[in-house]
């Protein structure tokens, strides 16, 4: 089926360490894949955004993977701050509509 | 600048009442969106708007939902009759151009139906 899923939903992490949520999907004619951020009582925040035909993206403290082959997509945060709990979204873009997956918690902890 | 408004923030109707959700995207925005957003789901596309056409309304549930944008600018999402499955936050969106991945959300409008 077409569908944008994730592994995990909560991650807890320490304040200072690094995050990964990871996310897998089904559909390979997808051409970009993006990451949004919730925070409780907001609407999606873009992240980032990764073009099907890279496998690598950075920007300020996250970095996007994209591994074709195994249809897994990947965020990573460096140096975990408060700020960062919410709720990570991925989506990806088929014929300009964005399907976003179900969505993963990250707590930070103190 | 200011970001994508909604109101009402919160909504809280009995079923087969109607309600109706107002967005105004941010200035300059042609494309605008309508998503559903159950608890702990992604946004659900309902409806997509370039300028004032409705170019992708293919999951928007006709029978009960309507939405418009007739200058282009501000946007209305209505329900009726409202059913208890449609409790859900409604989010609007914005973004400058079609392949634009960066859409900017509102806070949404939680909506209730008893």
């Known amino acids: 089926g077409e569908s944008v899923g994730l592994h995990l939903p909560t991650l807890s992490v320490q304040e200072g360490d690094n995050s990964i949520i990871n996310c897998a999907y089904s559909?390979?004619?997808?051409?970009?894949f993006i990451w949004y951020k919730q925070e409780s009582g907001k609407g999606p925040q873009f992240i980032i955004d990764?073009?099907?035909?890279?496998d690598k993206r950075q920007g300020q403290r996250v970095t996007v993977l994209l591994n074709k082959t195994v249809k897994h997509l990947s965020l990573q945060i460096a140096a975990t701050q408060p700020g960062d709990s919410a709720v990570y979204f991925c989506?990806?873009?088929?014929?300009?509509?964005?399907?976003f997956g179900s969505g993963t918690r990250l707590l930070v902890r103190p | 600048e200011a970001g994508v408004v909604q109101s009402p923030r919160y909504k809280i109707i009995e079923k087969k009442q109607p309600v109706a959700f107002w967005c105004n995207p941010i200035?300059?925005?042609?494309?605008l969106y309508w998503y559903l957003q159950n608890l702990g789901q992604g946004p659900e596309l309902l409806i997509r708007?370039?300028?004032?056409?409705?170019?992708?309304d293919s999951q928007l549930p006709k029978d009960r939902f309507s939405a418009e944008r007739l200058k282009g600018v501000d946007s209305t999402l209505k329900i009726q009759p409202a059913e208890l499955g449609d409790s859900a936050v409604y989010l609007c969106?914005?973004?400058?151009?079609?392949?634009?991945?960066?859409?900017?959300f509102g806070p949404g409008t939680r909506l209730t139906v008893l």
């Open positions: 969106a914005s973004s400058s151009g079609l392949l634009n991945n960066e859409q900017f």
């Open positions: 559909n390979s004619a997808s051409d970009y």
């Open positions: 990764i073009r099907s035909n890279m």
């Open positions: 989506a990806e873009r088929r014929r300009y509509k964005l399907i």
């Open positions: 200035s300059g925005h042609n494309t």
């Open positions: 708007y370039e300028n004032e056409e409705a170019v992708d």
